[in-house]
Nanobody, 120 residues
Framework: QVQLVESGGGLVQAGGSLRLSCAAS????????MGWYRQAPGKQRELVAG???????NYGDSVKGRFTLSRDNVKNTVYLQMNSLKPEDTAVYYC??????????????WGQGTQVTVSS
């Protein structure tokens, strides 16, 4: 069993910053991909930022230059530093991971979601 524990969401004024954390735990052999998606009311869930097992990063167009994803391989944790936040960043942010376990490869897990609200 793999668990994703998210933290760091909250309310912030436009122009402010937040840092999200997602820690993966369980019988994980390796992490193929780990990152963050978000979904605002009435909109599709979109990729915010992700990092592959080879440490390649990918960012959604709307957050490039403002958000930074980093990883701690020892802790199996990713961090999303969100700067220059805008009201349109308001959404539920979901951690996502593809991991290899002894049971299955490329097992997919989602966090419960953490609310980020940016006031204008």
């Amino acid at each position: 069993q793999v668990q994703l524990v998210e933290s760091g969401g909250g309310l912030v004024q436009a122009g402010g910053s937040l840092r999200l954390s997602c820690a993966a735990s369980g019988s994980i052999l390796s992490i193929n991909f780990m990152g963050w998606y978000r979904q605002a009311p009435g909109k599709q869930r979109e990729l915010v930022a992700g990092i592959t097992g080879s440490a390649s990063t990918n960012y959604g167009d709307s957050v490039k230059g403002r958000f930074t994803l980093s990883r701690d391989n020892v802790k199996n944790t990713v961090y999303l530093q969100m700067n220059s936040l805008k009201p349109e960043d308001t959404a539920v942010y979901y951690c996502y991971a593809e991991v290899h376990t002894r049971v299955v490869r490329f097992a997919k897990y989602w966090g419960q979601g953490t609310q980020v609200t940016v006031s204008s």
